[in-house]
């Protein structure tokens, strides 16, 4: 069947679909068993398996005819003496990152104006030709062919990359959209691995020429296979039918620019993306220098390295989607950026306390080094640093997809990429310089670290989002064992009161850790007193109330506030007693949430956090040394039950429902 043709199947099964349908014609699941089911492993895999495929099959193709052909064209520069060894590596990434640079801007919103399916596989068709050129490249080594195989990968990844990074929030749900995520970087990592491998097993060790035809034989085998499971990918309407294609790339870029500038988050999730490919690009750059000056060791202890960095990139990608909790969770960016500057300032003074062998002893190898207690350090400060820095991106690319425009995503991810270019390039130059002023290279990893905190603090910033999110998860995962239940009650959009119980100081942070959506919080104004709690409340924008009889203006102006955020879509949440509970039992609640539910006509949902009591943020009497030495990570829970009309709301009602979770049996 024709893309047209599957497209216009699901448009019409979407319409007559009694459920939930999405803006892109997908039917979403409507009982609650349907949902957990959709948001299943295996839910998930089926739902991206086209995607997936096409992804795994297209990263090894790139990664084994780039290695490929980037030998064979040293090996015909080097052999005649026209290439210096430094000279072949920067033509090879100008012939590759040339086309990607100039013409991103104009795939990223080509992907925008048209319809995704056929827009997909004519990409791939297109690959399938570049691979054919690479495999005649690759038998003949004419250097025009070579040169220009290398330009066609890098034009061809141009076109794939923003339309592949725009496909994933279409298909996916947005809890899936972060374990989506983790899954497509594991699976590239793992396919740059096995390219290389492949390209050292059969054209680096090409001794008659037989190498030579396999890897042309391979590399259109893995173009064939890339192209057959781009046909597997759903069919998705155009973002933009109207989109204008500007083929200048400085003003296609510009106008993205704009539009990327006026959100703040956004515009932050890209530079730390673009960060850590910087970072990346200087600590594989110092690998091989580090390995034979510092360590002693040979091109097999490099080899270890790099395996061991992309497990643990595969290792922390899988790791964010498990501490997300099906959301998109930021406060696990400044979790992953300490996690980057610990471990490398650690290879820093790993490489200062390894022993210095004398001039000439033998090169060691991997089971060598394992065999010194320094070398299994930095084993582990190489493993652990790749580890955090995929739990650092996965949920900022996440925040790219998430916070750009339907209309103009792909266009957005398109200036991401070539963001994450332009810093990658900036990392050649930052290592270029160092060795310039002749700086040590154990040394340069104690300056990325340090640039790397400089780095988070900016942007930490201009964004407390962030930091503030780290704090949520920490208590609600960290501190607490929290579980959550009857949360899928909660709307995926549109406004909706939550009226809970108030135990402690740090409810309010529990109830923003589980919430799957943005909450605003309604609180008593004092606290906004206490010095920690005033930033935090600053920046979650929480709504300040008071005493009707001492602060009335500060009460009307909180009831407009909560009128306006609801107006707007926004979760509104309120401890409706009016204070923090000092003999654990749930006082009366106030009749204020009367007033906002009808003059809103949003829907309440009455919470319950329940085992808080006793707790170190709770008032408990007695001393502090007794709440302190509760045990670490005890058991609580957050419950829900069904919203309250807002017709029917009342303050007796609402308090009865709580009070009746705060009974009911785990």
């Not at 599957?6 to 459920?19: D, F, Y």
């Not at 890339?226 to 204008?244: N, Q, T």
Request: one cysteine or more; proline letters at 5%.
């Amino acid at each position: 069947m024709s893309g047209e043709g599957r497209l216009g199947t699901l448009e019409k099964s979407a319409a007559e679909c009694p459920g939930r349908g999405r803006e892109d014609g997908l039917v979403l699941p409507t009982t609650f068993w349907e949902r957990e089911q959709s948001l299943s492993r295996s839910g998930l895999a089926h739902r991206m398996g086209g995607l997936l495929q096409t992804c795994v099959w297209d990263g090894l193709r790139e990664s084994f005819l780039g290695l490929c052909l980037a030998w064979r064209l040293g090996e015909w520069g080097l052999g005649a003496g026209l290439l210096a060894p430094g000279g072949l590596v920067a033509l090879v990434a100008a012939l590759y990152l040339a086309p990607w640079i100039l013409f991103l801007p104009a795939a990223g919103q080509l992907a925008d104006r048209r319809e995704t399916s056929g827009w997909v596989r004519r990409i791939q068709r297109a690959g399938l030709g570049v691979s054919a050129l690479a495999a005649l490249a690759l038998v003949t080594g004419h250097p025009a062919l070579l040169t220009a195989s290398l330009a066609g990968l890098g034009l061809h990844a141009a076109f794939f990359g923003p339309v592949r990074s725009s496909l994933l929030p279409r298909i996916l749900e947005r809890e899936q959209r972060v374990a989506g995520n983790a899954l497509l970087l594991a699976a590239t990592s793992g396919t740059f691995l096995a390219g290389a491998l492949g390209a050292w097993m059969l054209a680096c060790r090409d001794g008659d020429g037989g190498g030579c035809w396999a890897a042309a034989t391979a590399g259109l085998l893995l173009g064939f296979m890339g192209e057959r499971a781009s046909c597997r990918i759903p069919a998705f309407p155009a973002a933009d039918p109207k989109a204008e294609v500007l083929w200048n790339p400085l003003r296609a870029a510009w106008r993205t620019v704009r539009r990327v500038a006026r959100r703040r988050v956004l515009h932050l999730s890209m530079l730390g993306v673009a960060w850590i490919c910087l970072f990346g690009c200087v600590i594989l750059g110092l690998l091989d220098p580090w390995t034979r000056q510092v360590l002693h060791a040979g091109d097999d202890v490099v080899g270890v390295f790099l395996v061991l960095m992309v497990l643990g990139l595969t290792c922390g990608a899988l790791l964010s989607e498990r501490l997300s909790y099906e959301r998109l969770e930021v406060g696990l960016v400044p979790f992953g950026s300490l996690g980057m500057t610990v471990f490398a300032f650690d290879l820093f003074l790993a490489s200062r306390s390894f022993p210095t062998p004398s001039p000439s002893a033998p090169l060691l190898g991997p089971f060598q080094l394992l065999g010194l207690l320094a070398g299994v350090r930095i084993l582990v400060d190489l493993l652990l640093l790749a580890t955090f820095a995929g739990v650092f991106v996965v949920p900022l690319w996440t925040a790219v997809q998430q916070h750009a425009d339907r209309a103009w995503r792909a266009s957005a991810l398109a200036l991401s990429l070539g963001l994450n270019a332009v810093f990658f390039g900036g990392g050649v130059v930052f290592l270029v310089v160092l060795a310039w002023w002749e700086c040590r290279v154990g040394t340069i990893f104690a300056v990325l670290a340090a640039l790397n905190g400089l780095v988070a603090v900016y942007i930490y910033t201009l964004t407390p989002e962030f930091f503030l999110r780290l704090l949520a998860w920490l208590l609600a995962h960290g501190v607490y064992r929290l579980e959550a239940r009857g949360l899928e009650e909660i709307p995926r959009e549109g406004p909706m009161l939550l009226a809970c119980n108030h135990v402690s100081f740090a409810d309010w942070l529990v109830i923003a850790a589980t919430v799957k959506r943005p909450v605003r919080f309604v609180m008593w104004h004092a606290y906004a007193r206490i010095p920690l709690l005033r930033y935090l409340m600053r920046d979650a924008r929480v709504i300040p109330i008071g005493s009707s009889r001492q602060a009335p203006e500060l009460v009307e102006r909180a009831f407009r506030e909560v009128a306006e955020a609801l107006a707007q879509g926004d979760l509104v949440c309120l401890f409706p007693e009016g204070r923090i509970t000092t003999d654990g039992h749930l006082g009366r609640f106030r009749p204020g949430i009367e007033r906002m539910a009808c003059d809103s006509g949003a829907p309440v949902m009455p919470l319950a956090l329940r085992g808080f009591w006793g707790s170190l943020f709770s008032r408990q009497p007695g001393r502090l040394r007794r709440r302190l030495c509760r045990p670490l990570r005890s058991r609580v829970e957050l419950v829900a039950t069904r919203p309250i009309p807002a017709e029917e709301v009342t303050a007796e009602r609402v308090q009865a429902e709580v009070a009746r979770l705060l009974c009911q049996q785990p």
